[in-house]
């Protein structure tokens, strides 16, 4: 599903669960039938847009309402005008809230995503999300990191193979029942990746001789980490090292300088905080 498409429908969720069986009560207590206006949507405090251009091609769910962009998504702004809403003034007070909701959700899951990204600056490793996503709200979710500056995991369970350690607890011999797995997997041409996680060395050793793609190394110490990029870099096969469990802002740089590839972080959604963005009349 394209991210245009997943708005359009998440909009119209949203405009429900809102409206009820009654629609917007306090609006149609008023005179607005016939009145039109401008509004502008504020940016109060520094952060990431996000959310944004999905919205504005999607503007024909509100009825006569139109949205002007004046910042994209991904730019950094503070205390600034990033749209202007036009049309119907009944519309866009019923438009209000859903699109402040989205927007200010997204982007405060790119603002801390950016955090993150900014503090990996010049060392060549990913920030990436994880599945720990807001229910529901999964592209969002991942849009929204990309918008951050980070990389986008898998979309859900359908698009790549990601053997954790639940799934190898079922393994007598864990390399024949992976070689296997993986071998019956790869016949899935549109797979993104596969993935094995992996929590000592002794499991990265034994990994380390399958085709997969990447390695993930779980709740690693540095130290430990840092042998097992000497591992990955002298065995014959070179897939991509991903470390990931309890990263925080301050330890992230550390953990990127052990020569990982990529750090997958549940945190940049979960612990995200809005963005307060606001709705304010403009002068005809």
Request: charged fraction near 25%.
């Amino acid at each position: 599903m394209s991210i245009t498409l997943y708005m359009r429908k998440l909009i119209q969720r949203c405009l429900e669960e809102d409206g009820g069986l009654h629609g917007d009560i306090t609006t149609n207590s008023l005179s607005f039938s016939d009145q039109r206006g401008r509004f502008a949507m504020n940016i109060r405090g520094r952060g990431i847009v996000a959310g944004l251009e999905p919205i504005a091609k999607v503007m024909d769910v509100f009825g006569d309402v139109s949205m002007t962009v004046l910042e994209n998504d991904g730019e950094e702004v503070c205390d600034k005008t990033i749209a202007i809403l036009e049309g119907s003034v009944e519309a866009i007070l019923v438009a209000e809230r859903t699109i402040l909701n989205i927007v200010s959700y997204a982007s405060g899951v790119a603002t801390k995503t950016f955090t993150f990204v900014d503090r990996v600056v010049g060392i060549d490793c990913v920030i990436c999300d994880t599945r720990k996503t807001t229910p529901g709200l999964r592209m969002l979710d991942k849009y929204a990191v990309v918008c951050g500056g980070g990389t986008s995991h898998r979309m859900g369970l359908h698009d790549a193979a990601l053997y954790k350690d639940n799934h190898l607890a079922e393994f007598d011999d864990l390399q024949k029942g992976l070689d296997a797995a993986i071998n019956s997997v790869k016949e899935n041409s549109e797979l993104k990746f596969v993935e094995v996680e992996v929590d000592t060395i002794a499991q990265l050793e034994k990994v380390l001789q399958l085709p997969v793609d990447i390695i993930l190394l779980d709740n690693m110490s540095p130290e430990l980490l840092i042998k097992a990029v000497v591992l990955r870099d002298a065995s014959d096969l070179s897939p991509l090292l991903e470390a990931s469990g309890g990263i925080t802002i301050e330890t992230v740089r550390e953990i990127a300088k052990t020569g990982v590839d990529r750090i997958s972080i549940g945190g940049l959604i979960h612990q995200a905080t809005w963005i307060d963005i606001g709705l304010d009349a403009m002068d005809a």
